[in-house]
C-alpha cells in the first residue's frame, strides 16, 4: 500500500473512532467497556479500533481502512474455515469473497448493534455454508411481509450490546474445560450435538444438557425461557 | 408471538453454522416471527466474533497468501453481480398459507413443484428435497392436517422431529401450539397431536433419523471438494 493511502487512513480513522461506537458506548455508560475506552490515556485495544475502520469503510470507501480490516480478519478468517475442513486454497478463496462482502456491505454496519468481529463473523459463516450447499442460507429477512418485529423497541440497544460482549467474554473465560470444549466444536468445528453424541458415543440427551448448561452459565439465552423451559 | 420454541442448542446450532440445511431452513422460518428467539440467536453470534477475534496468537492464525490484498484490491470496483431472480418469484408456492420468507424462498428453489401424498386419516405430506449434506438421515417436509384429526402416535428411533405450526394449530399432552410455535419430539415422547377444530393445520416438519458414525467424520472434508 503506497503512503497517501496510510495518511488517509489515520485521518479517516481518527474520525471513525470518534464517530463510531466507542464516543456512543461513552456517551451511554463508558465503564462498561472497562477501563478500555474510558480511560484516553490507554490505547484502544486492536480488535475494538475494527468497528471504527469498518464504519470508515462503509462512510468513506476507505481503502486504507479496509487494509488494516484485512489484516487483521483474514488470518483470522482463513484459520476459522480452515478448522472448518478448507484446504488451503479453498479458504483463501472464501477469505477473498467475504472480505469482498465486507467492503461490500460496509454502509449496513451498524456499530451500536454489533461489535465488527461479529459482523465479519457472520458473512463468513454464511459464505462458508452458501459455497458448501451451492445455495443461499436462509435467514430471517425484515423485508419479509411475514416479518414479526419486535414489540418493543429496546431503548438502549448500545448498552445492551455492551453488556452482551463482556459477559461473553467472562463467562467463556470461565467455563469448566468439558463445556467450552463442546462450544469450540459447534462453532470451530462444524459440529451439531447429533454429530458430537455420534462421535464421542454420548448419549444425545447428555450432549445437549452439557451445551444448555454452558449457554446458562454465560447467560445467552433469554431468562424467561430459562425458566419455563422448552423441552418435555 | 410464539410460545413453544425450538431448544437453545438449535439456536446456537444456528448461530454457529452447524446446522443442517434443513434445520437452518425451519429455525430461520420460527426466527422471523419470534423476537425472543433472535435475540438469543443475537447473542449466540456474538459469542461466534468474540471467538474469531481472539484467535490472535501465532499458531491460530493462518497468513495469508502474499499478493492476497492486492488481488482483493483489484475487484473492489468491479459491479457486483445482482442475485439472479428465482424463476418462480411470482409464484406462489402454497395458496393461502402466510409463508415466512426462508420457507417461500425454499420452496421457490424448488426444481419440481410440490407433490402431496395422502398419508391416510386426513393426513397429506408433501416432501421438499434438501442440499447435499453429510448428515442423509434428515427430512424435511410440509404437512396439512385436517380439522380435528390425530397424526399417527409414532416414536423417533433415536433421532429427534421438529414441527412448526404455519396456519391452524393442533394440540399433544404438553399444550397447544399455533403459528410459529416449534413442537421438538424425541424418544422420550410418544406425541400424539390433534389438530385444531375448524380450520386445515399447516406445518414444516424436520424429522432427523437416527445418526450413527462408525469412524471420525470427515464432514466438511468431502463437501468441500471441488466438483
Ligand atoms: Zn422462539
Known amino acids: 500500500m503506497d503512503s497517501l493511502h496510510r495518511d488517509e487512513t489515520n485521518n479517516h480513522v481518527e474520525a471513525a473512532l470518534k464517530s463510531g461506537r466507542s464516543t456512543v458506548v461513552r456517551r451511554n455508560k463508558a465503564h462498561l467497556y472497562g477501563t478500555m475506552n474510558a480511560n484516553v490515556s490507554e490505547p484502544v485495544s486492536e480488535a475494538a479500533q475494527m468497528d471504527g475502520l469498518l464504519v470508515a469503510v462503509g462512510k468513506h470507501r476507505d481503502r486504507g481502512a479496509f487494509q488494516r480490516l484485512f489484516d487483521f480478519f483474514a488470518p483470522r478468517l482463513k484459520a476459522y474455515v480452515m478448522r472448518l475442513g478448507a484446504a488451503d486454497d479453498v479458504a483463501e478463496e472464501l477469505v477473498q469473497e467475504a472480505m469482498l462482502m465486507v467492503w461490500r456491505r460496509a454502509e449496513t454496519y451498524d456499530p451500536g448493534q454489533a461489535r465488527a468481529s461479529t459482523w465479519v463473523f457472520t458473512i463468513a459463516r454464511n459464505k462458508r455454508i452458501d459455497a458448501i450447499r451451492r445455495a443461499k442460507r436462509p435467514e430471517p429477512d425484515m423485508n419479509d411481509p411475514s416479518f414479526m418485529p419486535e414489540e418493543v423497541q429496546p431503548a438502549d440497544r448500545f448498552v445492551e450490546a455492551a453488556q452482551d460482549e463482556e459477559r461473553v467474554k467472562e463467562a467463556l473465560k470461565n467455563l469448566p474445560e468439558e463445556q467450552a470444549e463442546l462450544i469450540r466444536q459447534v462453532y470451530f468445528q462444524d459440529k451439531s450435538h447429533r454429530v458430537i453424541a455420534a462421535e464421542t458415543g454420548l448419549p444425545l440427551g447428555t450432549v445437549k444438557s452439557r451445551i444448555r448448561l454452558a449457554l446458562k452459565k454465560m447467560r445467552l439465552t433469554i431468562e424467561e425461557r430459562d425458566n419455563a423451559g422448552t423441552s418435555p | ?227
Not at chain 2, 406445518?203 to 468441500?224: Q, S
Request: overall charge negative; hydrophobic content about 40%.
Open chain 2, 1 to 227: 408471538m410464539p410460545v413453544h420454541h425450538p431448544e437453545p442448542e438449535r439456536l446456537m446450532e444456528y448461530a454457529a453454522g452447524a446446522a443442517s440445511p434443513a434445520m437452518d431452513v425451519l429455525i430461520a422460518a420460527h426466527l422471523s416471527l419470534c423476537p425472543t428467539c433472535r435475540k438469543t440467536v443475537e447473542r449466540l453470534e456474538r459469542m461466534g466474533g468474540h471467538m474469531l477475534e481472539s484467535l490472535g496468537s501465532d499458531e491460530d492464525v493462518v497468513s495469508m497468501s502474499p499478493g492476497a490484498f492486492d488481488a482483493l484490491l483489484e475487484k473492489l470496483d468491479l459491479p457486483e453481480e445482482a442475485p439472479q431472480a428465482a424463476a418462480g418469484d411470482e409464484i406462489d408456492p402454497l395458496p393461502g398459507v402466510d409463508l415466512p420468507a426462508p420457507i417461500r424462498e425454499t420452496l421457490r428453489n424448488l426444481e419440481r413443484p410440490l407433490e402431496w401424498r395422502n398419508r391416510g386419516k386426513g393426513i397429506e405430506e408433501a416432501e421438499i428435497p434438501l442440499p447435499v449434506d453429510v448428515d442423509d438421515s434428515v427430512r424435511m417436509s410440509l404437512l396439512r392436517i385436517q380439522p380435528g384429526r390425530a397424526v399417527l402416535e409414532h416414536t423417533h428411533d433415536g433421532g429427534e422431529e421438529l414441527t412448526m405450526v404455519l396456519a391452524g394449530g393442533f394440540s399433544d399432552e404438553h399444550g397447544h401450539y399455533v403459528r410459529g410455535d416449534v413442537q421438538t419430539g424425541d424418544d422420550e415422547l410418544i406425541h400424539k397431536p390433534i389438530a385444531d377444530e375448524g380450520e386445515v393445520c399447516v406445518c414444516l416438519a424436520v424429522v432427523e433419523g437416527n445418526l450413527r458414525f462408525t469412524g471420525p467424520v470427515g464432514r466438511v472434508l468431502n463437501l468441500f471438494m471441488r466438483t
